[in-house]
C-alpha cells in the first residue's frame, strides 16, 4: 500500500467529507514525521492498537569483507525495530 492508497481510502470514508486530498496527505506527512523525529531522538513509538516502534543500540563488532575477507569494524549504531500490536494476531 503507498501513501497515495492511504489518503484515498481515507478520503472515500463516508464520515470525512469535509476533508481534501491536501489536507489529509498534510496531516499524514505531519504523522510520519513526528514518528521520525521522535526515533532520531531515541524515543520509543507506542501506537495504541497497531503496534510500538522501538529504538535500539546495535554494539560495535567485527565484521570482514566478503570480496577480499579482510576484516572491517563495524562502528556502534541504533536500529528500528517494529513489534506489532496484540490485535494483528487474533484475525
Do not use: C, W, Y
Not at 565484521?63 to 494476531?89: A, M
Amino acid at each position: 500500500m503507498k501513501r497515495s492508497d492511504i489518503v484515498r481510502h481515507v478520503l472515500e470514508d463516508g464520515e470525512n467529507q469535509e476533508l481534501t486530498a491536501r489536507s489529509v496527505g498534510k496531516i499524514f506527512d505531519f504523522f510520519l514525521e513526528e514518528i521520525a523525529s521522535s526515533l532520531e531522538r531515541g524515543e520509543d513509538v507506542k501506537i495504541s492498537g497497531f503496534g510500538t516502534f522501538i529504538v535500539r543500540k546495535i554494539k560495535a563488532r567485527p565484521g570482514r569483507n566478503p570480496r577480499t575477507g579482510e576484516p572491517v569494524p563495524i562502528p556502534e549504531h541504533h536500529t528500528v525495530l517494529f513489534h506489532p500490536s496484540r490485535s494483528f494476531f487474533k484475525k
